[in-house]
């Protein structure tokens, strides 16, 4: 997004290997920007006075010219499952969430990288109002850190972060590129890249660039449907990419990178929740190596859909893996506080929401 009247750049925006431009400020030494970079990406300070070990002038020109930080955390909402959706402020008044999910050892981060989304899948709310703008990498390596320092004053640390909020995160790479190396690289936030899930709706040219993370990133592709006919339907905003063409370019990074593909299918009653559909997505399987992950649809008010009955989903598991596909059901977490998948950006969906929200405190 282009920059706000009078405002001033931001650390968290910076590329890892991008903090030297903090040799222009006053005073700075050499050692200066490494020492900002670990105690924003791996400390995760708010303001640049927490940084003690810089010397009082370097810090002055510091705060002077730079911001730590542009997101405020507004609410963290616990579910009576023990999932917590974060809905955080942006600096032009848009908001976005993020949801931490607990299940066995395993704290799971999910992240926007939009607000909104220019996909439009027909099930989901936060396609509900199209793609407002991209996330700039400093609003996504954000919500890693509020949800880091919430995480670690819960004392549980964070084991898992997937790109599967708000947004297609590939038709944002280039601010997801950046965001992702200042959380993996050792010098930033030290996240180990293996843990790193980035979901798409299948972008043949863009799931081919994702290597330039390197060959750890494992990889999520939603298909919703098995044939071109339905998925057009549920997933309108997709520009007709041929499903087989995402197929071809989901083994390309598997043959490359070795990390095994999850494709997500979201169950929708009555829609794609036959036996039929499980042998039709079988075959079209055949061949590519990954697991298949379905996703029973939950409810978003205003969308003309049904959650499936468990017994057509334990028959589409059963048809499935009869047929090799190993295939997981995933369990909905935070479903009280719209924070399942699906249900994203519902309840505050614009800025004014949160202003309401504080005034009537
Ligand atoms: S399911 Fe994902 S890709 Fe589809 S509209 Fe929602 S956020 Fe966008």
Redesign the pocket.
Known sequence: MTALPGERPCLTDLAVDGYDVLLDLEGARRFHPASVRRWVLARGVRDVDAMTDLPKAFRAALADAWDVRRTRLALASDSDDGTTKLLLELRDGQTIESVLIPEGDRLTLCVSTQVG?G???AF?A??LLGVVRDLTSGEIVEQFLEARALAAERGRPLTNLVLM????PLNNFAHVRTALEALIHADGAAFGARRITVST?GIPKKIDRLEELGKQVNLAI?LHAPNEALRGRL?PGLDRVPLDDVLAAAGRYFRRTGREITFEYAVLKGVNDSVECAEELARRLKGVRGKVNLIPWNPVADLPFDRPDDAAVDAMVRTLEARGVRTTVRRSRGRDIDAAC?QLRRRFPTGDAVRERDARR
């Open positions: 989304c996909v439009r899948c989901c936060s396609g909020g708000g947004g297609e709706i939603s997933i699906g």
